[in-house]
């Protein structure tokens, strides 16, 4: 067992409650075999630290960056000269990129694996999800060996995509006619080509991300098909006691977010440079992106559970519609003779009721606060990039 030892401390930590026989707690997951950041952050048994990881992305880009463009030939203020037309300390999209969006892909990557193990553990606990110990070593021993693949998959692909998205921007922005503090007289200068790294960097998370939600999806769509949900009625988090699988959906959400914004201050960047072609597209293409995805990814991790949710709501509801029909027919028989007693009376009402109470169980892991934090979330980019994009439109119709 010296996989145990060398785990994340939310699957120590797991496997440690089901040792000590903490109800049905028996399905434990590392996704992180293979993943060099989930590597780094958990080096030496250290926990996972927002702080840490923050600090360090903002060292490996825009510190170097900043260090490159300060020793660059270019200044860091508009000058008088207005050349370049946008300078490191007025480029509000690099900022954002480096300073925002870098580091909460970073912090979601790293952190995943634990508030995907902390749900698991809290639905388990609860006893809302249950898996025999067969079934969770089945699902266990299916998905182990493919995490290693999915990480190396992200990360390969991501290097790929780094690597396409910065020669692009080679090409674009060393163009004279933009104005850009990466380049002068066609040719990058010193902070251009610590500004294409950092691009490689930014670009290379993007597939990570993607690979691992939808391989978080696609393992609890597994776990469910496995488990037996029993949710709970009246239970405080009105969502039937799932209501931590549903902020995994909402964590997404508010990543997703941040990554439109970047989309936003990207269209900015270029209705402000004046930039024409194929370059004024990317944001069009990356703001239709965001409106088709956005959705789908608070939704991808939480239809494993809806479909589970829907199927047991069906079986209770089935169970009680036959005992009523027993009794309904046992009833009818009894009619003729008019032998209908007080306690017939109350086990009809009695099942009655309990199929009122089983058709209000949710059939959705999330409640309504959950919810409004996901439309916001969604809404925010769509308000801030209506001026620019009502001024792209006015500027093509004149």
């Not at 500004?195 to 391989?215: E, G, H, K, N």
């Not at 997404?252 to 990207?266: A, D, M, R």
């Amino acid at each position: 067992m010296d996989w145990i030892d060398s785990a994340p401390e939310s699957v120590r930590q797991a496997m440690l409650d089901a040792q000590a026989g903490e109800r049905r707690e028996t399905l434990v997951v590392d996704t992180t075999r293979g993943s060099v950041l989930h590597a780094w952050a958990r080096a030496g048994g250290r926990r996972e630290s927002l702080l840490r990881t923050y600090v360090a992305s903002v060292l490996v880009t825009y510190v170097p960056l900043a260090i490159a463009t300060m020793l660059g030939p270019l200044p860091w203020l508009p000058s008088p000269s207005g050349d370049p037309r946008l300078t490191f300390l007025t480029d509000w999209n690099v900022a954002f990129m480096l300073l925002v969006s870098f580091p909460a892909m970073m912090m979601f990557i790293v952190t995943d694996q634990r508030e995907l193990a902390s749900a698991l553990r809290r639905v388990q606990l609860d006893g809302v999800m249950v898996l025999s110990r067969e079934k969770a070593s089945q699902v266990v021993a299916a998905w182990s060996p493919r995490w290693p693949v999915i990480n190396a998959a992200g990360y390969a692909i991501g290097a790929a995509l780094g690597a396409v998205i910065s020669y692009v921007n080679f090409q674009t922005f060393s163009n004279p006619t933009v104005g850009y503090w990466i380049a002068s007289d066609s040719r990058l200068v010193l902070p251009g080509y610590v500004f294409l790294a950092c691009v490689f960097v930014f670009y290379a998370l993007i597939p990570v991300v993607v690979f691992r939600t939808l391989a978080v999806s696609l393992f609890l769509r597994d776990a469910v098909a496995h488990a037996s949900l029993r949710m709970m009625p009246f239970h405080p988090d009105r969502c039937g006691g799932l209501r931590p699988v549903g902020r995994l959906g909402l964590r997404s959400q508010w990543l997703l977010t941040i990554l439109g914004l970047n989309i936003v201050t990207l269209g900015l960047l270029v209705w402000y440079l004046e930039m024409h072609g194929s370059v004024e597209v990317m944001p069009i293409a990356a703001a239709v992106a965001y409106l088709i995805i956005g959705p789908a990814v608070f939704v991808a991790p939480l239809l494993p559970f809806r479909n589970g949710m829907l199927r047991t709501k069906a079986e209770l509801m089935a169970e009680v519609s036959e005992r009523l029909r027993i009794e309904l027919q046992r009833l009818r028989k009894q009619l003729p003779a008019g032998v209908i007693t007080k306690e017939d009376e109350e086990l009809i009402e009695r099942l009655r009721k309990i199929g009122t109470i089983i058709d209000q169980l949710p059939v959705w892991p999330f409640d309504a606060n959950t919810l409004k934090g996901v439309v916001t979330a969604y809404a925010v980019p769509i308000g801030a990039g209506v001026y620019p994009a009502i001024n792209f439109i006015l500027e093509h119709l004149r």
